[in-house]
Antibody
Framework: QVQLQQWGAGLLKPSETLSLTCAVY????????CSWIRQPPGKGLEWIGE???????NYNPSLKTRVTMSVDTSKNQFSLKLSSVTAADTAIYYC???????????WGQGTMVTVSS | QSALTQPPSASGSPGQSVTISCTGT?????????VSWYQHHPGKAPKLMIF???KRPSGVPDRFSGSKSGNTASLTVSGLQAEDEADYYC???????????FGTGTKVTVL
């Protein structure tokens, strides 16, 4: 059973870079995509972007100038970086697997990231 | 790309049915068969309930069903149970630059 476990810094100052990692356990990701999604406090879900093991990347146009995604196939890990963060980037960040039918079937546990001076 | 529109809340008594709508445009909901629904209990990760408009992943009760007409998709929960109380989000594929567009979310309350 594939599981996703994520980690990263939970408290950032404005202008810093958010950095999160999502590790795949219990199986291979094959050519599935890893998406990153966030949920600001009291708000809905927002898709940030996706990447697969081949390095194909697709970013949400509203965030693409600040987002960088990467994959380490040797470690079965996906990473997210979001630069120049502000308070508006405060959110729970999730990684999730897309099995190829434009749905997200396995989710990480979520990481709360707070941006505050 | 704007978020898909969902009603903020819906409710029903145990055993009743509740239907949640998800309205988009011809560029997302109306243009693709890739509508999915997620159940989200606060503090937990979202759970996929429906994919490709009306398909259920293994383990999801058949009380949950999905449909689509034009630019509006719907999720129906039949035989409401206390554990169905949660936030529900729809999502749709929206083209090559918008793999996932989410709905605004609906809080379902079991009275």
């Amino acid at each position: 059973q594939v599981q996703l476990q994520q980690w990263g810094a939970g408290l950032l100052k404005p202008s810093e870079t958010l950095s999160l990692t999502c590790a795949v356990y219990g199986g291979s990701f094959s050519d599935r995509f890893c998406s990153w999604i966030r949920q600001p406090p009291g708000k809905g879900l927002e898709w940030i972007g996706e990447i697969n093991r081949s390095g194909y990347i697709n970013y949400n146009p509203s965030l693409k100038t600040r987002v960088t995604m990467s994959v380490d196939t040797s470690k079965n890990q996906f990473s997210l970086k979001l630069s120049s963060v502000t308070a508006a980037d405060t959110a729970i960040y999730y990684c999730a697997r897309s099995p190829g039918v434009w749905a997200l079937d396995i989710w990480g546990q979520g990481t709360m990231v707070t941006v505050s001076s | 790309q704007s978020a898909l529109t969902q009603p903020p809340s819906a409710s029903g008594s145990p055993g009743q049915s509740v239907t949640i709508s998800c309205t988009g445009t011809s560029s997302d909901v109306g243009g693709y068969k890739y509508v999915s629904w997620y159940q989200h209990h606060p503090g937990k990760a979202p759970k996929l309930m429906i994919f490709e408009v009306n398909k259920r992943p293994s383990g999801v009760p058949d009380r949950f069903s999905g449909s689509k007409s034009g630019n509006t998709a719907s999720l129906t929960v039949s035989g409401l149970q206390a554990e169905d109380e949660a936030d529900y989000y729809c999502s749709s594929h929206a083209g090559s630059n918008n793999a996932f567009v989410f709905g605004t979310g609906t809080k379902v309350t079991v009275l």
